[in-house]
Nanobody
């Protein structure tokens, strides 16, 4: 079993930054992909970024490229999402998730955190 716990959300002004954390426990993660998704009010949950836990390139949705960066700390079993130049349209609940195969589809992810709220004001 895998447990994922997000933290780091909050309220920030447009143009500001936040760093989200996702602490993972319960399994060995070297063969998992870790992803971040988000869900804005009234909208479906959407893919943001994913990366293989053991390393390699990350894959971002176009609207966050150049502003968001995913990273991981293997020793701490933690994945981070650094979000810079935030915009009001980034407002959403952000979820981290773990997958055996990776990708941009929700159904590919087996384990999910509880989510953390990010609100970007004008």
């Amino acid at each position: 079993q895998v447990q994922l716990v997000e933290s780091g959300g909050g309220l920030v002004q447009s143009g500001g930054s936040l760093r989200l954390s996702c602490a993972a426990s319960g399994r060995t993660f070297s063969w998992y992909y870790m992803g971040w998704f988000r869900q804005a009010p009234g909208k479906e949950r959407e893919f943001v970024v994913f990366i293989r836990w053991s390393g390699g390139n990350a894959y971002y949705r176009d609207s966050v490229k150049g502003r968001f960066t995913i990273s991981r700390d293997n020793a701490k079993n933690t994945v981070y999402l650094q979000m810079n130049s935030l915009k009001p349209e980034d407002t959403a609940v952000y979820y981290c998730a773990a997958s055996r195969g990776g990708g941009t589809l929700e159904r590919a992810y087996d384990y999910w955190g509880q989510g953390t709220q990010v609100t970007v004001s004008l």
